[in-house]
């Protein structure tokens, strides 16, 4: 590295821990607040949100163009894209976090013990959240609603190709916090575009809580590897739908349409669909037609071949793929059993579902199928937070700890004991 390079990557790496040290003391300041205070922050962002939409539209289409400018993939675009409705939701979404219930102080499970003492365990927050990510600049808007509900602070960074409309929402955010009298810094991004600032940002393991990185499999792999700091993550969404024998088949190719065509650049997409080989002749044309008519690809197996003309032999690397588009991978499978191994081996542990009436073998699938979210009769695009009633979510957690599924504002709070005594002493 040359001189000149060291001296801005270290230049790079004093703003970055300057932002991290102003963000703790942030989080001091928010541990303190009031739920009132805090709520008052965030009605104040939604109000700010809807009042300046069409600020945000102008300013994102110059994030949408630059990124067909540059061929980026449909799919990376929708995500990219803000539209009226999806800044109404946004600042919905800022709305319903700031109603739910105060987290922050919670004490429950208390109970006394023998020597006298009541135990009992207080939820609080984490502190500082680092959050890297890409495309979506309305994760800007949830993360930050988020956390400070929880009570944290957060540094953001997100992708180069939403830089203007995250820094834009990220002002707006500033805004609501000055109003609510809380400090602006409670919510910060790293604005510069050079991806050194996310190794800068992984380095401050001293001053950053926890991070969580949403995007390609690439960054999520890089920021487990690269940092010491607790990571909550999620790789793929490798989502599946199984049709089974027992299923009402007009239900089935509902949902199964609606997994896969809802938004194809969602974590949530269906990409596996699984067929019972009782049902698959029957069911697999009428759906194939539909998904035709949005131009998905269907890649099958063999037995999938035999029924539909215009599928395309699958390779095993189709069974784990996360297309995120309109390709879809097709297996006939023998039974449960078959649908359930092939979850487990190909899967992702994100989203699964079962369309069937066979209460039996619904629960099976629920006790088996080892993913953060198990569905019954329905599309595994409903795995969101906003439609678990989270108000939003920070992001999927396909791991076990130390939260799972889509991570709402109790993911983001810890607990500690607290002890009542009255003068006991253990030994004396």
């Avoid at 799919?75 to 700031?98: H, K, S």
């Avoid at 509900?149 to 609501?176: D, F, V, Y």
């Avoid at 009542?420 to 002493?425: C, M, R």
């Amino acid at each position: 590295m040359s001189e000149t390079a060291s001296q801005t990557s270290d230049a790079l790496h004093d703003a970055v821990q300057a932002q991290a040290r102003a963000a703790r003391q942030a989080a001091t300041a928010l541990a303190r607040a009031s739920g009132q205070t805090r709520q008052a922050a965030l009605l104040a962002v939604a109000a700010a949100i809807e009042a300046n939409a069409a600020d945000l539209v102008a300013t994102n289409r110059l994030d949408v163009e630059a990124a067909r400018a540059r061929d980026l993939a449909p799919a990376l675009v929708d995500r990219l894209e803000l539209t009226p409705e999806r800044i109404n939701g946004m600042a919905d979404g800022v709305r319903q976090v700031a109603m739910l219930d105060d987290p922050v102080g919670e004490i429950s499970a208390v109970r006394q013990q023998p020597s006298g003492l009541r135990i009992g365990q207080m939820r609080v927050p984490l502190g500082v959240i680092g959050i890297i990510y890409e495309s979506r600049p309305n994760v800007t808007a949830d993360a930050a609603a988020l956390c400070l509900k929880a009570g944290n602070a957060t540094l953001l960074r997100g992708g180069s190709e939403a830089h203007n409309s995250n820094r834009a929402i990220g002002e707006l955010i500033q805004t609501g916090l000055r109003e609510a009298g809380l400090p602006a810094e409670s919510v910060q991004l790293i604005e510069t575009t050079d991806r050194a600032a996310v190794g800068a940002m992984l380095a401050q393991d001293d001053l950053i809580d926890v991070i969580i990185p949403r995007g390609g499999k690439g960054l999520i792999e890089r920021v487990s590897r690269d940092t010491r700091i607790p990571v909550l993550k999620h790789l793929d969404g490798v989502c599946h739908v199984y049709i089974d024998a027992d299923a009402d088949l007009e239900m089935a190719e509902r949902i199964a349409f609606d997994a896969k065509t809802y938004r194809y650049g969602i974590c949530g997409a269906m990409e596996t669909l699984l067929v019972h080989k009782g049902v698959a002749a029957e069911a697999l044309p009428g759906l194939a037609a539909r998904l035709a008519t949005k131009d998905v690809e269907l890649r099958g197996c063999a037995r999938t071949c035999a029924i539909l003309d215009n599928a395309i032999p699958a390779t095993d690397a189709d069974w784990a793929e996360e297309f995120l588009g309109p390709i879809l991978a097709v297996r006939v499978v023998d039974d449960i059993d078959d649908a359930i191994e092939h979850i487990s081996r190909w899967g992702s542990q994100h989203t699964d579902a079962i369309v069937s009436n066979n209460h039996h073998k619904i629960e099976r699938f629920l006790r088996e199928v080892d993913s953060a979210s198990v569905m019954v009769n329905a599309p595994t695009c409903f795995a969101d937070g906003f439609e678990y009633g989270l108000g939003a979510e920070i992001g999927i957690s396909t791991g076990k700890l130390h939260a799972r599924g889509p991570v709402g504002v109790q993911g983001l709070t810890t607990q500690k004991f607290v002890v009542y005594g009255d003068g006991q002493t253990r030994g004396a």
